[in-house]
């Protein structure tokens, strides 16, 4: 049997969480990466709602009686104001012809000469098109590769759902995998990760790359517990509780390392 805590489920945004989580923590390591076969996109399960402030998709809208009326309606509106302005532009045109002359017949002679031009010009551009192609051979796109396999300065990592991972930070083993159907809840602030760090410059280090794009629950600072602690919720939605316990080394290295547990 296997016991793995915490598991994270996200949506769509798994392989962006692994990348700035192994970017913050110094000792994390990926233990395993697997992908959903490509194509694979996140449904919406029939009957269910949409998360707050999730944008809404033509199923959804189907879905919503009330939503469809609203297009409907929005429908009919454009479809009038169509008529209108075509009857507008009939009208226009007609009063045009009314008060314009007829045209004077076009002169052969400057029709011809007019045409010698246009040509002319056409041959002139075509040339210096060919003149301004490239000789040397055409460089190809670079293909989408697998995460983690980069075939070279130009290569562009494909962006696939996560099947199953697992992130190991600080021996802790992470599950993560992105949900392949859109649930109406999110992660949630009563559920947090302990970390719990050995200086002041970890601890720096670490909130200041989690709260990138985040909010604080609890400003970063010292408390009566703990020299330093800071409740950071971060871009995903993912709260992490960061802890440097008293007695731990500070940024110049003066105090000894504890790696003891803060008192709680």
Not at 110 to 118: G, N, Y
Request: hydrophobic fraction near 35%; proline fraction near 7%; aromatic fraction near 6%.
């Amino acid at each position: 049997m296997t016991l793995c805590l915490p598991f994270l489920m996200f949506q769509g945004r798994a392989q962006e969480a692994i990348d700035q989580y192994l970017a913050t923590f110094a000792d994390a390591e990926l233990l395993e990466m697997q992908y959903h076969p490509e194509g694979t996109e996140i449904s919406q399960p029939a009957g269910g709602t949409r998360p707050s402030g999730a944008p809404s998709s033509d199923s959804q809208l189907q879905d919503d009686p009330s939503a469809e009326a609203v297009v409907e309606q929005a429908e009919e509106e454009l479809a009038a104001a169509g008529l209108k302005t075509a009857d507008l532009d009939a009208a226009a045109a007609d009063a045009a012809a009314a008060n314009d002359p007829a045209p004077e017949a076009a002169d052969p002679d400057l029709a011809e000469a007019e045409t010698r031009h246009e040509e002319h010009l056409a041959e002139e551009t075509e040339e210096d098109d060919e003149a301004a192609e490239p000789r040397g051979p055409e460089l190809a796109e670079p293909e989408l590769e697998p995460y983690g396999q980069p075939t070279g300065a130009g290569s562009r990592r494909q962006r696939r759902l996560v099947a199953s991972a697992q992130l190991r930070i600080g021996g802790q083993v992470l599950m993560i995998q992105d949900s392949l159907i859109t649930h109406d809840f999110g992660f949630t602030p009563s559920s947090s990760i302990a970390v719990v760090v050995d200086s002041g410059e970890e601890f720096s280090t670490v909130v200041e790359s989690l709260s990138t794009s985040g909010v604080f629950l609890m400003e970063p600072g010292g408390y009566d517990f703990a020299a330093n602690f800071a409740w950071v919720q971060d871009r995903f939605g993912l709260s992490w509780q960061i802890t440097q316990p008293h007695g731990t080394q500070s940024e110049s290295g003066d105090t000894p390392l504890s790696s003891q547990a803060p008192s709680w």
